[in-house]
């Protein structure tokens, strides 16, 4: 019997603040350091290892050293790009460490002559185990590949096959990636022993029709909608699959590495001085120590505007009572004074995302990719670009050649296999 980890969607390098970029790293090395005692032959990591291709390096340096920990244990990585890590204008951390013998890229192959892309298998030395894949790519480009992939060869090939990929199953798409595009079940090539997916950041394990289609989900989270499910019991970790010449078991290790407390409150038909006063009795009232706190708070008030309500005051007395961090979202809460210029929304992604599609129509241009839905995702992706911090250390110059370049990539000015 063999054994092989499946992980995906760490994004070391996700959040702005210091003490969640930590924890994403934690959750990394706590999965890695459960590969070591449970002596997996290899591990297979889905995409986005990394939340850009060029990350913060202290963190990158920090993955590393944990990687060569498995790798002098003789366990092997085996990866494809994820939607994050992957740059067609610059080289991404993940050829690095490729180049350097820590990974090894299963997305080999070409496009022939007569359009069909053909990928070759990588053969794990000691398992013999077959790899191949499909990376992700920014705005689904991924879904070319698909459609135009030889999965006859890949089916004709015996032995035990992993298939590793990133982005969504058309038959498995969670509810809150209902607009993402996505491949349909029937491009996957058939006859693999197991399908290795990554980008959802929800466990799922999907039997049917034959195929062992995996998502492990994201090991800590990338934003505070990944946040708030953990808050609310949302089990995060990765699989660990026994296998021979078929697969024996599928088990899921769960990994946590910080307990939550989660602070809801409904300010509908409250003025601000109530609703200030009802937030200062309930965080008088939690234990917020050693916790990540999340607190949001929705609704139109009756009176007052958003900005009487203080809540770094709510956010100091958390901190002060030793909460490891806390989150505020209160991007739905408005005002009745000020309806008409509210933009309603779950957080600010969602704001974003409806201004984009109520100013879209506006713009006049020639490019299909620049109107309608596709618009509206090319324009959400560039101003995530333009938003990016300047990382510390980094001169002004390499920080807007860094930023010229990641939005000629997400524009697809420049696009290659």
Sequence with gaps: ???????????????RYPLLQKLVLKAFEKAIDVCIKMRVDFIVVSGDLFDSNIPD?????SAVIKIREARDKAIRFYVVYGSHDFSPTQTSIVDLLESAGLFKKVTKGKIKEEGKLELEFHTD??????L???????????KEYFKILNR?????EDGFKIFVFHGPISEYKPEYLAEAESVPLSTLPKGFNYYAGGHIHEKFLGEEFGYNIAYPGTLFGADYRDLEKNAKGQERGFFIVTFSDKVENIEFVPISVCNYEMIEYDANGKDANSVQSDLLEIVSHVEPADKLVLVKVAGEMSGGKTS?????RIKRILKDRKALEVLLNYQRLTSKEYAAIKVAGKDIHEIEERLFK??????????PKLKSESGIKLSRELLNVLKEAKKENEAKSSYESRIVSQAIDTLGIKEVF
């Design 152 to 156: 006859e060869n890949l089916e004709r």
């Design 308 to 312: 009487d309500i203080d809540f770094q």
């Design 358 to 367: 109520e100013n879209i129509g506006i713009v006049k241009v020639s490019d």
């Design 125 to 130: 030395e000691w398992t013999k185990a077959k």
């Design 1 to 15: 019997m063999y054994r092989f980890a499946h992980l995906s969607d760490i994004h070391i390098g996700a959040f």
């Design 132 to 142: 191949c894949g499909i990376s992700g790519r920014r705005r689904g480009i991924e």
């Design 57 to 61: 390096m202290t963190l990158a340096n």
